[in-house]
């Protein structure tokens, strides 16, 4: 079984901070928002193995990240990211409406 080293982008960082702090501050939900984030995490860290499981998008929203960008998701958020070798880079976690072409 393949697997792969798994980083964060600044930008995703930056996402999940974001998320967090809404989460917290607008929902004053602090321990849903710790589980929430905790989900994403486990999400990404899945990733390790089955990063190339996931196909390559064909929406262009999520192609501006690179021309083999793949998505998964957890409930609500996107989880944009791209495949180096043998390194997954998480590009973006968005909220999954912001990267619907049906729209």
Known sequence: MRTYQVR???QADLDNENLHSYIVETCKSP???KNYIQGIYSQIV????SAESFPI???TSVLKYGFHARCVYYKKMTIIYTVH?????????SPEHLYDETI
Do not use: M
């Open 85 to 93: 070798k043998n390194i997954v880079l998480i590009q973006r976690v």
């Open 57 to 59: 998008s064909t929406r």
């Open 31 to 33: 321990q849903p928002s």
């Open 46 to 49: 899945s990733l390790k193995y």
């Open 8 to 10: 964060t982008s600044s």
